[in-house]
């Protein structure tokens, strides 16, 4: 797990940008920096040392330096992979997993994507050749994002690492509104205007004459439904899953588990203490003033059960608000959701000892276990009449009606579009698709990569921790995909097929408890003097000033004091203040903890 950062195809790149960048994702790679240069390519690189501590520094090279690369991620399969490349000829001059990536595109040219297994974001220079190749994985687990340039190319895992070729951000207003109606913004277009998003699945090919070449070497709608049976699924997802977890379990550093009482991470805890065959480390964390109280119970009883050294973390809504400028510095990309807080300080607390946690994001998005999954047709139904090609799917925004009122004139413009990426996503599914498989890919396409992955990545990265995904690997993508309706959702719950195949691994309790997601109780912190203080500075911010009505705080403060609870409206409010003054009207420096109305004013 490392950062990435370089620029391509611009004349006599300057070594000290290429520090620059590599200076603002030391976050990322504590353990080393390296950089390198030639005529067509600078690259940057920062170092977490997971496999092959002492011998995998980037960039790597092959073929007599012909190849150079530098790689953020893990390749999972690189056991497997290193042995047929070796048996073909190929010499490795490292332990390293991702020295594999060079020596697959060597032997199997632009077909070696499709032999990698894992997480990764990665830029490959062909000097031979003179192209540049930067890919990420097909899920979209780890980051990459680019900008153009006069003469060619910048790209970076993070988007503060392009500042200072770029400069200073200005909004980009669709990507303000996506964000605003859905608490994230997706496809290509960031926040950060002229900064995009390499999308999950692609490649792009840079060459030295200018030359741009995109292409999805991966993409959910390839995957094909199976009609078959629990029991044969089963069957095959036992050899699956032990293959997946044996890869995923690759590591010269010891590793955790964030442990939420849920489904999947408790499945995890079981696969990983069976395999491992000792205690896991696992962290949980949860409010007691939580109103769909919390999972801690279940997680606690769980760790016991399995021997976890485990440490419950029970913050107040003042440790919470502590980190909220912290946060959204770390996400470079707004994310209103307020789970963000409790993540990263898992990620604190974890990265005090640990570079490796396990986590179960995506067993809801691949085996259905979301509650809108089983919303009413009749309801989707009307939807879709108000929404055209949308299914009815992802298309209620968080300012309805009246609150769109705060919008200024150039939002309000912007805001009528938010939708477009969703209904694209939807539209996109091959004929033959159940609804319930549409639903799962507009997520897997958008709110996956671009809100939940993001907390995986970022957050855990701003301390050094890499996450890793199990229920991500495209194979398990794949395989939960391609399920029937019926071992999906139930009339009661979710993920069928995954409650019946964990029976053997986890007690009833577990399976029976209903999904009560996690739930930070921002709403009960944000009232009184807090709301007043916040009313006070968000409506003296340059970013709500320039975007919104002037009266639009106050109108919105007045909603909450009168019990209409706009926490999510205010609080995106909030962070969007927060990242205009940390990466607009500041230089882009971390924030230390501390009030984020404080560090407003």
Sequence with gaps: MCGIAGIYGTAATDPRVLRDMAQRLAHRGPDHQGIEIDDDAGLAHTRLSIIDLGGGDQPLHADDGRLSLIANGEIYNYVELRAELERRGRRFATGSDCETILHAYAEYGD???????????????????????????RLGIKPLFLARLAHGWAFASEPKALAPLVGKPTVDPHALAQYLQCQFSTGRRTLWSGIERLLPGEALTLDAGGGVTRRRYWSPQDIRPAATGFDDAAARFD???????????????????FLSGGLDSSLLLALLSRLKGEPIRTFSVGFADSPRGTELDLAERLARDHGS???????TGRDMLDRLALSVWAADELMRDFANLPTLMLAETAGAELKVVFSG????????????????????????????GSGGFRTTGNFRGLERGVFGAALREAARGWRQEFIAAWQSAPRGWSELQRMQLVDIATALPD???????????????????????????????????TLKIAPRHGKEFLRRWAQRYLPAEHLRAPKRGFTVPMDAWLKGETLDRLERILSASPAIREWFRP??????AEKQRRGRNVTRNLGALLQFALWHRIFVEGDGSRPALQDPLTYLA
């Design 361 to 388: 994001e995506g067993g809801d998005e691949v085996f259905g276990g979301y509650r809108r999954y089983r919303g009413a047709r009749l309801e989707r139904w009307l939807k879709n009449l108000l929404q055209p």
């Design 309 to 315: 050294r485990h440490t419950v973390l029970r913050p």
């Design 451 to 485: 809100n939940l992955l993001v907390k995986a990545d970022r957050l855990l990265m701003a301390f050094g921790v890499e996450g890793r995904v199990p229920l991500l690997d495209h194979r398990v993508v794949e395989f939960g995909l391609a399920l029937p309706d």
């Design 111 to 137: 077909a070696f994507l499709d032999r990698l297994h894992g997480m990764f974001a990665f830029a490959l220079h062909d000097r031979a050749r003179r192209r540049l190749i930067l890919a990420r994985d």
């Design 239 to 257: 050899e699956l899953m032990r293959t997946v977890m044996v890869e995923h379990m690759r590591s010269d550093v010891p590793f955790g588990l």
């Design 551 to 556: 009266r639009a705080v106050h109108l919105l």
